[in-house]
């Protein structure tokens, strides 16, 4: 089975200042791994999103994430972030389930970004 | 405009009162999903389905449950709620796979 850490719950910057938010994932089989953006009151959006192929994936508002398989990470950036920027974000992961031959998708517990004037 | 539409909003209930969340989505989307979302556990999925008549368990089935009649519905029902059902649930649909593409505005529900 797969796993997901989000290693910070929160991350306070200032605005324009460059962002980034670590995941790290474990799995026994090939993976494919998604970002979720959540602002407050509404439900989650899809960011980006890691198939295969270029390891560098660029997503909506500005967004990128590098898929790094010796170390297991999916790390979120963004150059420059603005006040709109304020929200949760989630990792996520998924994988085949060989054994049910059905999809298995798990997300990170989130990290909340708070971007300040 | 594609959407995945979910009601009630918000639903305050008691213990033991039978209760269904709806779910309806406009995008022909054969993969659907319930999850619920608590303080530092993110998302946590309940019961998915990959097709009518097709449902199967989450990680956090207990206490639920799902049926899809039509490809569009996918309602979540507590026959019995208890306290620590009191969430904020989310519906989502995607075209093929697991990895929702769209997500519902979420239920909040509280159970006293």
């Known amino acids: 089975a797969q796993s997901v850490t989000q290693l910070d719950s929160q991350v306070p910057v200032f605005e324009e200042a460059p962002v980034e938010l670590r995941c790290n994932y474990s799995?026994?089989?090939?993976?494919?791994l998604f970002w979720y953006v959540q602002y407050p009151n509404q439900g989650l959006q899809l960011l980006l999103k890691y198939l295969s192929g270029s390891t560098l994936v660029k997503g909506i508002n500005g967004f990128e994430a590098e898929f790094n398989k010796s170390q297991t990470s999916f790390h979120l950036r963004k150059p420059s972030v603005h006040i709109s920027d304020t929200a949760e974000y989630f990792c996520a992961v998924g994988a085949l389930d060989y054994q049910g031959g059905s999809e298995k998708l798990v997300f990170g517990k989130g990290t909340k970004l708070t971007v300040n004037p | 405009e594609a959407q995945v539409t979910q009601n009630p909003r918000y639903l305050i209930t008691v213990t033991g009162k039978k209760l269904t969340v709806t779910c309806s989505q406009n995008m022909n989307h054969e993969y659907m999903s319930w999850y619920r979302q608590d303080p530092g556990l993110g998302l946590r999925q309940i019961y998915y389905s990959m097709n009518v008549e097709v449902t199967d368990k989450g990680d956090v089935p207990e206490g639920y449950k799902v049926s899809r009649k039509e490809k569009r519905n996918f309602p979540l029902i507590l026959e019995s709620p208890s306290p620590n059902q009191t969430s904020l649930y989310f519906c989502?649909?995607?075209?093929?796979?697991?990895?929702?593409?769209?997500f519902g505005d979420g239920t909040r529900l509280s159970i006293l």
């Open positions: 989502a649909s995607s075209l093929g796979g697991a990895a929702p593409q769209h």
């Open positions: 799995s026994s089989v090939s993976v494919y």
